[in-house]
């Protein structure tokens, strides 16, 4: 009997060590946490300041008609690329052909006068060489022939002041190009003289960009730049300072700079994104540039966390050589040493990470 109790209290122990071990839950080690980073490339600050740019073409037409009319049909789409003497929109010729040919009549009527005015004083002057005549009468048909003679000339220069004007209701293109503006459609009636398109030529491509005014004395004309294009990758080139704008803009306040590309590299295009990196004058600075969010300071020395081989980070004192925009070029760092970028503030000396995205460099 005792051994039967000694056996059921055993079975309850063991009952009660399982339920215990069922109701414990499994705890499992938390993740470190992940951390944007970038890898240090010394050398990286070697230019100055960095624009955005656009290319445009350094010679770009608004194109207008020289007479007023009705567009009758634009032969051309945005983006088309069009010759030189190619018809781009022409408008209704009627009105204009109605007075050339008002002019051609004007024409003949004035020669008639001529010719009548040109027989009278050869008459007259038969007349006078047999002293029939005195010369006062001679003089008046030689005015008379002078006006008649006028007058013819200036009915041909009208006439052809029109049929010039008849040619004019053909827009064509003055030079191979883009056509980058289409302001005027069919159907509209538009003045002489008011732009209907612009056509850029592409014969010579350029980037424009725009220069604060307290970076202005930075961008004198004929300095060396460094032009890439986000669209091309790796392709680069070199460009040189052609021309400043001597006026800001009313708006945004800043001058626009154009830069010409001796050897614009292959599959540049119109349109394009482009960099200008301005070379450091005064020599390259030292070490790396990185975003202002890698720096941690909370004395008088600024310092980065540094991800160690161990996936541990640590602080390490930098020296920062220059601030710009939202990027600080430091240096005391080794090439291809492991920053964090962001969250800084949330780490502690020997914390471990795990490496997220890499930080695009600045």
Not at 255 to 264: D, F, I, K
Not at 318 to 338: I, M, P
Request: proline residues 5%.
């Amino acid at each position: 009997m005792r051994g039967k109790i000694i056996t059921g209290a055993a079975v309850v122990c063991l009952m009660a060590a399982l339920l215990a071990g069922c109701g414990e839950e499994k705890k499992t080690a938390a993740l470190p946490p992940m951390v944007k980073y970038q890898r240090v490339t010394n050398g990286a600050g070697q230019t100055g300041a960095v624009y955005a740019g656009t290319v445009r073409g350094r010679y770009e037409t608004n194109l207008a008609f020289q007479v007023g009319g009705q567009i009758l049909s634009r032969r051309v789409q945005l983006g088309d690329r069009v010759k030189a003497g190619q018809v781009l929109m022409t408008i209704d010729p009627k009105d204009i052909a109605q007075k050339a040919q008002q002019g051609d009549a004007q024409v003949v009527e004035a020669q008639a006068q001529l010719k009548l005015a040109e027989m009278n004083l050869a008459r007259y002057r038969e007349l006078y060489a047999a002293s029939a005549i005195p010369a006062a009468m001679l003089d008046q048909y030689q005015a008379a022939y002078d006006r008649a003679l006028a007058a013819w000339q200036n009915a041909t220069a009208l006439a052809t002041q029109g049929h010039n004007a008849l040619s004019y209701t053909e827009l064509t293109a003055g030079a191979d190009g883009v056509i980058s503006a289409v302001i005027a459609e069919a159907g509209q009636v538009v003045a002489a003289g008011q732009t209907v398109m612009t056509l850029v030529q592409t014969e010579e491509l350029e980037v424009e960009i725009n220069v604060p005014e307290n970076r202005l004395s930075e961008v004198p004309v004929g300095r060396p730049t460094a032009v890439s294009f986000w669209a091309l990758g790796t392709a680069a080139a070199s460009g040189v300072v052609r021309e400043v704008a001597p006026m800001a803009d009313n708006v945004a306040r800043t001058y626009r700079v154009r830069v010409s590309l001796p050897a614009p590299p292959a599959g540049m295009e119109l349109g394009m994104t482009a960099s200008v990196a301005l070379p450091q004058e005064g020599g390259a600075l030292r070490g790396a540039v990185l975003p202002l969010s890698a720096i941690y300071q909370t004395g008088d020395t600024p310092k980065v966390w540094v991800v160690t081989k161990e996936n541990k980070v640590t602080l390490k004192p930098v020296t920062v050589e220059s601030f710009r925009a939202n990027e600080a070029w430091v240096s005391g760092l080794d090439e291809g040493e492991t920053v964090v970028t962001a969250g800084i503030h949330k780490l502690h000396e020997g914390d471990e990470v795990r490496l997220g995205p890499e930080a695009s460099r600045p």
